[in-house]
């Protein structure tokens, strides 16, 4: 059988190393009599111990990646276009960054009903899921039904 | 005292008004459309819910919860028979069977009977949810700080072995940060604030109901979006009703997957998934005709559903009895249970003792619901599984949103839902299951405060982790699990096994 992730298990490998050092560093740095109690209370105790394991497993991860396959492929220029130049790829990076637009409008002054149903139609429209009108009704709809839902039977204050 | 099967009615009885049954109906349509749709799954759809019902009376929010699990489960199998795509990861093994069948013109047979062995799968786990979480309620009296700690670690491990079936190196990888995950903030001894990095938000720690909501929902959502088509529904629907025979003549299949469902269930973290999967997998191997598996093979349809639905009540064993969680929407269920108030733990069933009863009733009133339903409303559903994703994806997005905000009226509940999407969505792209990680967040607390609180009583001596009995045998099945994948392991079973059989040969 073909070892699937032979670049992918080594450069996330690394990032877990490099996550586990920084969280058993924090976990040494975290006080270790804090308010008279004993060592082995310290609330670093347990993460310090849980850093351990992680980097025993990121180490073990990146071995095997190497042992099973050989040294790891360098990301190339050409993959990194052909990625970035993929249509499932720009239809990811398109979804993300309209969420992102979303959430970020979300919690300011603009009333939740509007950003939710503009957000909605946008989306709705950009990928062609339904015609123009369809996605501004459907849209409202759901922003009018959700801020009722939540605000009005539940009380909750809309972001 | 009285016996179970009456304090079960009782509470049936009890929960027998017309607003509680116009929920139960309601929830688990919902559940089933859920379910039904592909990319959206039982603990996503539950953890909407859990948004959704945040200001409900706990009891109708806990009746709804379970009626959109037990639905969601149950509905997947549409989707999984006629587009060949399981609405949730439990329905998968019903593809294998299912899709054969609805391409001969016998969808409506596969859907029904589907829908009625998942009818008798849920109401067998249900029943054995109710006899076994008082006896191991019993046992988990027993459980200390040593043992807690044991069994959290215990969880992450066993999960992150059957839910990373090629490698479970990234399940425990994925526990483990699930764990960590869950320690960010204040502690519980020292109310110290881990991880926070001076934000005050962050002081607080991450919310469960957010970070489930991103590796679940928002994961989905992206995955969901980036895929281009969706195949149509090129099946007729036909005859629904299953006949009695077909039931009667696969009785041993299905009493079979119940119990492995049960079992599958009762093992933290692994879920409905591997529950369908063991129990085809049985059934195919004591099949008389197991060349027919694959190829629209009743038997293969009928275990398949009737072992994923056996796994709900099982999944809920350890929740209410160890507040441990069988299945990733078993942790959601745990999760709202806290959110309500209620504490499912040893301690339940002296602080609670009609609980348990109360869940079984919910449970029946969902598994009746849901066969209803099942057997009802087909031609409808049926229509549902055509809406686009571009229509549906950012709907759900929505809903995603706002359901982790209202848990705790947070803007940071909402990027962190966000980060954790991200986080999932790569996961899920690497190969890293996502239930290792919720099972780790709901764990991390567990392991934490009592393995500090074991070495204060012991002041310091760490020897009584490991010479208790229960922590011995948490720990002797630790190792098993972590050994039981190694070459070197099955290598060794395989030479007992040739000794053993040796052995007894000679004897014959």
Not at chain 2, 3 to 17: A, M, N, Y
Not at chain 2, 313 to 340: F, K, N, T
Request: a positive charge; aromatic letters at 10%; hydrophobic letters at 55%.
């Amino acid at each position: 059988m073909e070892y699937q992730f032979r670049r992918q298990d080594f450069y996330t490998g690394l990032i877990i190393i490099g996550v586990s050092l920084f969280i058993m560093m924090e976990s040494w740095r975290m006080p270790r009599h804090l308010q008279d109690w004993p060592a082995y209370a310290a609330p670093g105790m347990v993460t310090g111990i849980l850093g351990l394991g992680l980097l025993t497993m990121g180490i073990i991860l990146t071995l095997r990646s190497v042992r099973r396959q050989g040294s790891p492929l360098p990301f190339k220029r050409a993959d990194i276009v052909a990625y970035l130049t993929d249509p499932k790829t720009r239809r990811l990076g398109l979804m993300f960054a309209l969420s992102l637009i979303y959430c970020l409008f979300l919690g300011r002054r603009i009333p939740y009903i509007l950003v939710t149903s503009i957000y909605l139609a946008l989306v709705m429209i950009t990928f062609r899921g339904t015609g123009p009108v369809k996605a501004l009704i459907i849209s409202l709809m759901v922003a009018i039904g959700v801020a009722i839902v939540f605000n009005r039977l539940f009380l909750v204050p809309l972001p | 005292m009285e016996l179970g099967p009456l304090l079960i009615f009782k509470e049936l009885l009890k929960l027998f008004s017309p607003i509680i049954l116009f929920h139960v109906f309601w929830s688990t349509f919902i559940g089933m459309i859920i379910g039904m749709l592909p990319g959206l799954t039982a603990t996503m759809g539950i953890a909407l819910l859990t948004g959704l019902t945040f200001g409900m009376e706990p009891r109708m929010a806990i009746v709804i919860l379970i009626c959109v699990y037990v639905g969601a489960i149950t509905g997947g199998s549409r989707s999984a028979i006629l587009l060949n795509i399981p609405g949730t990861p439990a329905n998968a093994a019903a593809c294998l069977d299912g899709f054969p069948l609805a391409q001969r013109g016998e969808g409506g047979q596969a859907i029904g009977l589907a829908a009625t062995a998942s009818f008798i799968g849920t109401v067998f786990g249900l029943f054995c949810m109710a006899f076994f979480t008082p006896l191991l309620g019993k046992i988990a009296l027993e459980f200390h700080s040593w043992e807690f700690f044991w069994l959290a670690i215990f969880g992450i491990v066993i999960c992150g072995n059957l839910t990373a079936p090629t490698d479970p190196l990234k399940g425990w990888i994925a526990g483990f940060f699930g764990l960590l995950v869950s320690l960010v903030g204040m502690e519980g001894i020292t109310a110290y604030a881990r991880f926070s990095f001076g934000f005050d938000q962050m002081k607080g720690g991450f919310a469960l109901i957010p970070v489930l909501v991103g590796v679940y929902g928002i994961a989905e959502v992206l995955g969901g979006m980036r895929e281009v088509v969706l195949p149509k529904v090129r099946s007729k629907v036909g005859r629904i009703i299953p006949r009695a025979r077909d039931l009667i003549n696969h009785y041993r299949h299905i009493l079979r997957s119940g119990v492995v469902g049960v079992i599958v269930g009762a093992i933290p973290g692994v879920g409905e998934d591997v529950a369908s999967w063991v129990s085809y997998d049985f059934a195919k191997r004591s099949s008389k005709q197991p060349e027919k598996f694959g190829k629209g093979s009743l038997e293969g349809l009928i275990a398949a559903e009737t072992g994923d639905n056996a796994c709900i009540g099982g999944a809920i064993i350890p929740v209410l009895s160890l507040a441990v969680p069988g299945s990733a929407p078993a942790a959601v269920l745990l999760a709202a249970m806290w959110l309500h108030g209620v504490r499912p733990g040893p301690l339940l069933m002296l602080e609670f003792p009609h609980y348990i009863w109360e869940v079984t009733a919910m449970m029946i009133m969902a598994s009746f619901a849901s066969l209803v339903i099942s057997l009802s409303f087909v031609r409808a559903q049926v229509k549902i599984l055509l809406i686009p994703r571009p229509v549906l994806m950012p709907i759900v997005f929505v809903l995603c949103v706002i359901g982790s905000y209202a848990i705790n009226v947070r803007v940071f509940d909402i990027w962190v839902m966000l980060a954790f999407g991200v986080i999932g969505y790569a996961m899920r792209n690497y190969n890293y299951p996502a239930a290792p990680l919720v099972l780790g967040v709901i764990l991390g607390d567990m392991a934490d405060v009592n393995m500090r609180r074991a070495l204060i009583r012991t002041a310091g001596d760490v020897s009584s982790f490991f010479i208790r009995p229960i922590s011995l045998i948490l720990i002797i099945l630790i190792i098993l699990t972590m050994i039981s994948r190694t070459k070197m392991f099955k290598r060794i079973m395989s030479l007992v096994k040739v000794k053993v059989k040796k052995i007894f040969g000679k004897q014959r």
